[in-house]
């Protein structure tokens, strides 16, 4: 049982350059996010996806775009990645409903940007 | 603003020794509270949850948490600790109707010696 699963698990990218971070989970859920964390700052909403077909913005969107390509599948891409997207990039996702539904995470993506 | 604190960036414990790692939030209405656990270079586990009912939850691994309304804290608790549980630790809240987002207090290191 895979459940979330990141791709790829670390990168290094040169100013500039862009990237995109996939994301698919096997949970049929129907609720996807982008979360970074940054040391002593906890985890931070990038966007989410509430369901198939709509993506909205969290509390750190900027330099950042999304795709929900499908139930499974929710992709963030850098355009152009600058130093300060260094961090620690988590998927997430979780069943409609109550929002105290549970959300389940992937196990990370390490990303740095020289 | 809402937002949550983890007023600790490091608990010591000694294996055996009662632990408690502390949370306290600041949000209008009634927020669903969470716990989760991050090992070294690994996701976010989910440990467990309030919702309503009884203020004592239950969780993963021994560990429980208390919710206290009139002090606005949900502090995790385990009564003996293993050497194991050392880990980085997050509180979380979420709301009705808001499409199931969480905020996260900054984490909590808990070092559990021999």
């Known amino acids: 049982n895979a459940g979330v699963t990141q791709t790829p698990k670390f990168q290094v990218l040169k100013t500039g350059q862009s990237m995109t971070l996939q994301c698919a989970q096997d949970m049929n859920h129907n609720s996807m996010y982008w979360y970074r964390q940054d040391p002593g700052m906890g985890l931070r909403l990038i966007y989410y996806s509430a369901s198939e077909g709509t993506t909205d913005k969290g509390e750190v969107p900027n330099g950042y775009n999304v795709s929900r390509l499908n139930k499974r599948e929710f992709s963030l891409r850098l355009e152009s990645a600058a130093p300060s997207q260094t961090s620690v990039y988590f998927c997430?996702?979780?069943?409609?409903?109550?929002?105290?539904?549970?959300?389940?995470f992937g196990e990370g993506s390490w990303l740095t940007v020289v | 603003a809402q937002s949550v604190a983890q007023p600790e960036d490091q608990v010591n414990v000694a294996e055996g020794n009662p632990l408690t790692v502390k949370c306290t939030y600041s949000?209008?209405?009634?927020?669903?509270l969470f716990w989760y656990v991050q090992y070294p270079n690994r996701g976010l586990q989910f440990l467990l949850k309030?919702?309503?009912?009884?203020?004592l939850v239950k969780g993963s691994y021994g560990f429980e948490a208390e919710f206290n309304k009139s002090q606005t804290s949900f502090h995790l608790k385990k009564p003996s600790a293993l050497v194991s549980d050392s880990a980085l630790y997050f509180c979380?809240?979420?709301?009705?109707?808001?499409?199931?987002?969480?905020?996260f207090g900054q984490g909590t290191t808990l070092q559990v010696k021999p």
């Open positions: 997430a996702s979780r069943t409609a409903g109550p929002s105290g539904n549970t959300i389940y």
């Open positions: 949000v209008s209405g009634n927020p669903y």
């Open positions: 309030y919702i309503t009912g009884d203020n």
């Open positions: 979380a809240v979420s709301f009705p109707s808001n499409t199931g987002k969480l905020i």
